[in-house]
């Protein structure tokens, strides 16, 4: 008597032998021999079994045949969300809820894609209709962490510049009237001119327009940015000497004479480990160009766009205590918001 092959491809599985149970079931399902349920297994086999690419052009077979069962519209947003394409999970999660309101696990899945994205609300919120899902605390408390951290999410940052990396370029410039980088062309022109031959890092490099602005005072030019998409595009430049993918706060493996921050600081909030890291990553004769929107009187804080805001005496005090000094500071608008300018600050900061 034939045993139960799911069974007994979930079996293997369970007991870390997900390859083999992979081979068996594209085994059977080569014969002719499965159904819809054999191939939903065999994608989550070769998900543990290494092999995402396989199981991802596996979901995404199994949805042309099945395209509205909701079982396997939510299988092809799991592995999405295991490779890191948030944006097509969540779309393919809300698919499946259109088609299967009541697939709770669905629902939960979607609220981790929110929260590997940076979207702490959204994940809240779903979330807190799932209180029979095992872990929940712990992923509405870390919900609730990244809401109330004094800087934007990695994860949300990286989200949004992935998503916008394709049109990046054309919405900076045309629709919001992009100037950060030339903003701080100026600046560099008032408190460092005549300096050529820089070592220069250009933190939240994008695309690379700062880059393109500052590309002929650098005799090195290093780029970081959180999303890889950005870096692809920068990369195409072909301007800069190095690019990495990490986080600004700790971007810095050598000592540069410019650093460049042109419209980055917007996703942090508190500057303490920022300036403290600048500090300990510029020459001695080093300048840290860059611009923020600006808050009226202290503080700093979240504005309505997700984008943060700083008070002058903020950023005056905050260099203090990180050995740094104010070169320069001037009222500047770094881009548009609804057609309107965006009060900010460019800001020159040396050690002291």
């Not at 540069?256 to 303490?272: F, N």
């Amino acid at each position: 008597m034939e045993t139960d092959p799911i069974a007994d491809a979930e079996a293997l599985i369970a007991s870390g032998r997900a390859a083999e149970a992979a081979a068996k079931l594209q085994a059977r399902l080569a014969a002719g021999r499965g159904g819809l349920l054999a191939r939903l297994t065999l994608v989550t086999a070769l998900l543990e079994a290494g092999e995402a690419q396989a199981a991802l052009e596996e979901a995404r077979d199994a949805v042309a045949l099945n395209p509205g069962v909701a079982p396997a519209v939510m299988a092809l947003g799991e592995v999405l969300l295991r490779t890191g394409a948030l944006p097509a999970a969540i779309a393919e999660f809300q698919r499946a809820l259109r088609l299967d309101p009541g697939l709770e696990r669905a629902r939960y899945l979607s609220g981790c894609a929110w929260l590997e994205a940076g979207e702490a609300e959204k994940a809240l919120e779903i979330f807190k209709s799932l209180e029979s899902t095992p872990d929940i605390e712990a992923r509405m408390a870390r919900a609730r962490a990244i809401a109330d951290a004094p800087r934007s999410d990695a994860g949300y940052v990286r989200h949004l510049f992935d998503q916008f990396s394709a049109d990046y370029d054309a919405r900076m410039i045309g629709q919001l009237a992009y100037a950060a980088p030339q903003i701080l062309a100026d600046l560099a022109d008032l408190v460092m001119p005549g300096r050529f031959g820089l070592r220069i890092l250009d933190l939240g490099c994008g695309t690379g327009l700062a880059g393109v602005v500052f590309k002929s005072r650098a005799a090195r030019l290093d780029g970081i940015d959180l999303s890889p998409a950005m870096i692809e595009k920068a990369r195409a430049r072909g301007i800069y000497d190095s690019l990495r993918v990490g986080d600004i706060e700790t971007a810095f493996t050598q000592t540069y004479d410019l650093i460049l921050a042109a419209d980055t600081l917007v996703y942090l909030g508190a500057l303490t480990s920022l300036f403290r890291a600048v500090a300990a990553g510029l020459a001695a004769d080093g300048y840290f160009l860059f611009t923020t929107e600006a808050k009226m009187g202290a503080g700093f804080e979240l504005g309505p766009k997700r984008r943060w805001r700083h008070s002058e005496n903020y950023i005056r005090d905050e260099a203090a205590a990180a050995g740094l000094e104010v070169a320069g500071l001037m009222a500047a608008s770094p881009r548009t918001e609804s057609n309107q300018p965006v009060p900010g600050f460019a800001v020159a900061l040396t050690l002291v």
